[in-house]
């Protein structure tokens, strides 16, 4: 079988027909943190190529919109997991070298899909203020 061959199979067993239920059952499991590549290799879902005309189609702006809340939940879910692993070693099911490169990874997902809450960098902004040199003793007293 041939790579061309191979792709009209597997696209012709597989929904394209979007739907407001399709959609939101995708985004429940992307919000539980499963990825979409293994949502959509189960029977009866979109191939991931369809998911993404979706998203940029134009046409579909409400699933757009909760694709990218359930991206941001799914880093909120990553970010539960590693409390999992902590407590796998602590019971001594998982390996420490183990857990800490599912650690990494699951670290470094929860910071790309949820930056504000998972970040390590910090926000050093600062604001000045341009005043003379009498103003600031004003401004002292």
Not at 27 to 38: D, H, K
Not at 84 to 108: C, F, H, T, V, Y
Request: with cysteine.
């Amino acid at each position: 079988m041939t790579s061309s061959t191979y792709r009209e199979v597997r696209t012709m067993s597989r929904p394209s027909i979007y739907s407001g239920e399709l959609a939101e059952s995708i985004c429940a499991r992307l919000a539980g943190g499963e990825s979409l590549r293994a949502i959509c290799r189960e029977k009866g879902m979109p191939d991931k190529s369809q998911v993404f005309r979706w998203l940029v189609d134009g046409q579909h702006t409400e699933f757009r919109d909760q694709y990218m809340a359930a991206r941001e939940a799914a880093g909120f879910a990553h970010a539960d997991r590693l409390v999992e692993i902590a407590d796998q070693i602590e019971s001594g099911e998982l390996e420490p070298a183990k857990a800490r490169a599912m650690a990494d990874n699951l670290k470094w997902c929860a910071e790309r899909m949820s930056p504000k809450a998972h970040t390590t960098r910090q926000d050093l902004r600062v604001e000045t203020t341009q005043r003379t040199h009498e103003e600031w003793l004003e401004y002292l007293k």
